[in-house]
Structure formats: structure tokens, C-alpha cells
């Protein structure tokens, strides 16, 4: 059983790198991905720990990026996983100006929420938030400091979509982080495609096609949030059009409790070893 799809503390997650290798050595994965959002830190952190015990760990990261359709805009979750070689010190560069944008974001959002009346400092959610911080850990200080009852009331209130106080981050194009990530060695792949929203299946069969043609390598099929109907039908389209197969649980430890890594929500995961030999061989 393998896991292409987890977090550390390095982006939103609760775990250590160290302490997620640890789990996954416990629970008997062959293979682990960690995929943090916008850097390798949790990767370059936990690498030397994993080759000491002999867990195969695959050096991975997730973008957001932005999509326009004839219809909506999409905001459309990249995976990259570099499967024969680590990324390129200019992708890595790359990587910061993308932090930077985050950075900028954030200034933004705690303006908007502390014109609300809401008594937070941006250098409180930094502190949680390592190498990223992300709405998720704004969703944490808003539960501490009594202004929200649990993670889901902070986005509901403050920092969902919908929320008055909502700051839109400004993702790379998707055509651009496809280039960017090839040109750097990697696998480009749709995370977890059931959240694009697509309710025409037509449509979505469509939109996954244009990707492909812009560069696409990679379908993420196996997914906590992925019915067995979902996992059918995001493995025919990846066959459709020439996709590799990926999987993950998309792992974030204490912040999404009901996922478990590797097995996904009540075990709904059990992602074979030869996904990940498909991969490299694509």
C-alpha cells in the first residue's frame, strides 16, 4: 500500500516530516509522497530520515493554479511529483515568488478580517505556519482566540469563498504550471478532480482532454473524497486520453481528522505499489 498524497507542518498539515515518516513506517506503506502546498521543506526535511529506514519517499508539491472554462473560473490543484530526479534550482526560485504571492494574500485577509472587529496579527497565523501559511491556520487562531467554534465556522464566517472577508489568491495560470513543472523534471497531475465541480460529465470529459493537450501527465484517481463511481470514472478518462494513474489520502493529520493516511476516510483507500511503478515508467 502506498500514499502519493500527504502534508506536513511545512504547508497545512499538523504532522512533523519526521513524525510522518515515522507513521507511515508504522503502518507498513512501501511508499510515501509528501506533496506540501508550494515547497519542498517537509520533503527536504524528512529525506535523509526515510532512507535510514528504507521508506520509499517521492518528492512531490502542490500548486494552485487558475483555469478559465467557457463557463466559470475554476481554481485547479497541480501535483507534481519528481519521480527520477529532484526539481531544478530554477523551479525551486520559482517556487518563492509563489510564496511571496501567498505572503501578499495574507496581508490582505488579515486586513479584511480586522476590519471585521477581529483582534488577530498576522504574525500570530505565521507562527503556525512554517514554511506556508494558509487559511487554515488563520482557522486556527480564530478558534483559539474564541472568534470561530471549530475550523468550519472560521471558513464559513471568514474565510471561505463566500465570506465577506475573503481575499482571492491569484494562482498561476494552469497552462504555465504545466510547462513550469516538465521543464523542471516533473509529472504534472490534477489533484482530487471531483473538486473542479463539474456536474456535466460531458464538460468535465472535455476540460480534462484540453489538459491533456496543454500537457497534462497525470490523473489523481484515488482520493479520500473519491466515491467508487468517481474512481471509475476519472480512471476511464485517464485512459481516454493517455494519463498516467496517481492516488493519495491527501493526509493533513490533525487539521482533517477523518482522513487517514493511507487509508483514506473509513478505509476507503488502498492504493497498490505498481500505481507508483506505472508512474515512473510514464
Sequence with gaps: MIDLHAHTNESDGSC???????????????????????????YDQALAGARKYGLDLVCGIELSTRSETDRRRLSVHLLAYFLHAPPTEEFRTWLEELLAARRDRNRRLIE??????????????ENLGKTLTGRPHFA??????????????????????????????H?????????????????????HPVRLGFRDALAEDIYIGK?????????????????????????ALAKKYGLAITGGSDFHGDTKPR???????????????SVLENLRAA
Design 112 to 125: 479584511r478580517i480586522q476590519s471585521m472587529g477581529v483582534n488577530i496579527d498576522l504574525s500570530e497565523v
Design 171 to 191: 494562482g498561476v495560470d494552469i497552462a504555465i504550471g504545466i510547462q513550469r513543472i516538465i521543464a523542471a523534471g516533473g509529472l504534472p497531475v490534477v489533484a
Design 16 to 42: 512533523p516530516p519526521l513524525e510522518l515518516v515515522d507513521r507511515a513506517l508504522r503502518m507498513g506503506l512501501e511508499a510515501l509522497a509528501i506533496s506540501d502546498h508550494d515547497t519542498f521543506a517537509g
Design 211 to 235: 489538459l491533456g493537450d496543454a500537457g497534462l501527465r497525470g490523473l489523481e484517481v484515488y482520493h479520500s473524497d473519491h466515491a467508487a463511481q468517481d474512481v471509475a470514472r476519472y480512471a
Design 259 to 273: 482522513v487517514e493516511l493511507g487509508r483514506g476516510v473509513d478505509g476507503n483507500l488502498n492504493i497498490p505499489l
Design 140 to 169: 486556527r487562531v480564530l478558534v483559539r482566540k474564541g472568534y470561530a467554534a471549530n475550523r468550519d465556522e472560521a471558513f464559513r464566517k471568514y474565510l471561505d469563498e463566500s465570506a465577506p472577508s475573503y481575499v482571492e489568491l
